[in-house]
């Protein structure tokens, strides 16, 4: 009952909001030209540049540590051919996303916000990896994506949110907890509704919805179990955008490392400290990847 007036709060909140973002009409086109199995390189190249901020920030993701070219690439086609085209749509997504949030001041620093997310996605892929995940790309992109819902209320409800933020501030409290006391609903709701005005497909859905409680997850848990614990893993890692002061985080007593030891069993002999070492040595590269791709862009 409780979850269906979140739900109900968040859908009458986001339709008060005239001037939502809306995700460009190229993303949706260039997923569909993708979805034709005889297209051309060309033809998505050409389509691609026919946005040259979409076109720039491609050229900037495959020159980042995550996809670490032996050589610099600098056109376009030679992007697209390294990449693949399944990485071009979730590319071309995760371009349009930023693109949508932009130039609008909010109550967050956007740029430490989307540290947090390419944070997010970065170790999702790293953990997708580790537990044997099939589609380490989806993994990616559901991390960049888990939180949008408090890119809408850092901009469209900023005092709102303000509040919010000085409420948790120097406390452990969470952005969750003080939402739903404070608004009656939560970003994991408002960002569900975003996705779905955006017909985002329905895994990454599922994890907006439920990236706090993995455990309520329906269509892939396996996938929610992981953003949610490269979340926890971001929050106490100095890839957090606010909020609070500390947390402890003991991955091997997380409700979502269980659910993962479920559906991958080798995991019981891995080395959690080691294993949190490797993911802390990545930090650097995340934050590097975030100034490529806004670089010079602003
Ligand atoms: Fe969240
Ligand atoms: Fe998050």
């Known amino acids: 009952m409780e979850k269906l007036s979140r739900h109900e709060k968040a859908q009458h909140l986001i339709k008060g909001i005239t001037n939502l973002p809306t995700i460009p009409e190229i993303t949706t086109r260039v997923a569909a030209l993708l979805d034709n199995p005889d297209v051309e390189l060309e033809e998505v190249a050409d389509m691609i540049l026919t946005d040259q901020v979409m076109a720039s920030r491609v050229i900037k993701i495959v020159n980042s540590p995550l996809f670490k070219p032996m050589h610099e690439i600098n056109s376009l086609k030679r992007a697209l051919i390294y990449l693949g085209f399944r990485r071009i749509r979730e590319i071309a997504l995760t371009c349009s996303i930023i693109k949508a949030f932009e130039g609008k001041k909010g109550a967050f620093d956007i740029r430490v916000f989307w540290q947090h997310s390419f944070g997010v996605g970065i170790v999702s892929k790293i953990i997708a990896q580790r537990v044997r995940y099939p589609e380490i790309e989806k993994a990616y992109i559901c991390g960049i994506v888990h939180d949008i819902g408090e890119v809408f209320l850092s901009n469209y409800l900023e005092n ?24 009656g609903t939560t970003h994991c709701e408002l960002g569900l509704c975003l996705a ?103």
């Open 160 to 183: 709102e949110f303000q509040k919010i933020i000085d409420l948790i501030s120097g406390t452990s409290h969470c952005f969750v907890d003080a939402e739903a006391l404070m608004l």
């Open 196 to 298: 779905q005005k955006w017909n985002f497909p329905q895994e990454y859905c599922d994890v907006i919805e439920h990236h706090h409680a993995p455990e309520n997850a329906t269509l892939d848990p396996m996938l929610v179990a992981i953003v949610n614990l490269a979340d926890l893993f971001c929050s106490v890692r100095q890839l957090d955008y606010g909020g609070r002061e500390w947390v402890s985080f003991n991955l091997a007593e997380e409700k979502s490392w269980e659910i993962l030891q479920s559906f991958s069993p080798n995991l019981s002999g891995l080395d959690v400290e080691r294993f949190c070492f490797e993911l802390d040595e990545r930090v650097p590269e995340i934050l590097d990847l975030v100034e490529s791709i806004f670089e010079g862009l602003h």
